[in-house]
C-alpha cells in the first residue's frame, strides 16, 4: 500500500487563520471534523488497519471474521474524545 497525506501544515494554517466566528460557522456545519487535523498519524498502525478494511461492509475483516471497532476503541486509535451523549458518531 502507499501512503499519500495531504498538506496538513497548510490546513492547520488555513484553520489558526480563521477567526471564531468562522470556526464557529465551520462546526455547526461539519462538527468536530476538523479535531482530526491535529491527531498525530501512526503510519504503521494506518497501513495494517487499511490492509483488514473492507469497504463494502465498513468493518475490519480478520480470516473470515468481521470485527467493528466501538466508539471507544475509535477514540482510543484516533486519541480523540467521543463521549458527547448528544451526538450520534458514524464512521
Known amino acids: 500500500m502507499d501512503c499519500r497525506r495531504n498538506c496538513e501544515d497548510d ?3 488555513i484553520w489558526q487563520s480563521w477567526d ?3 470556526k464557529t460557522r465551520f462546526r455547526d456545519k461539519y462538527c468536530d471534523v476538523t479535531q482530526l487535523l491535529f491527531v498525530k498519524l501512526d503510519d504503521a498502525l494506518l497501513k495494517a488497519m487499511v490492509r483488514f478494511w473492507d469497504p463494502t461492509y465498513k468493518c475490519f475483516t480478520f480470516n473470515e471474521v468481521d470485527m467493528v471497532p466501538t466508539i471507544e476503541e475509535y477514540s482510543t486509535l484516533l486519541y480523540y474524545d ?10
Open 20 to 22: 471564531e466566528a468562522k
Open 82 to 91: 467521543f463521549r458527547d451523549l448528544l451526538k450520534i458518531y458514524s464512521m
Open 11 to 13: 490546513l492547520k494554517g
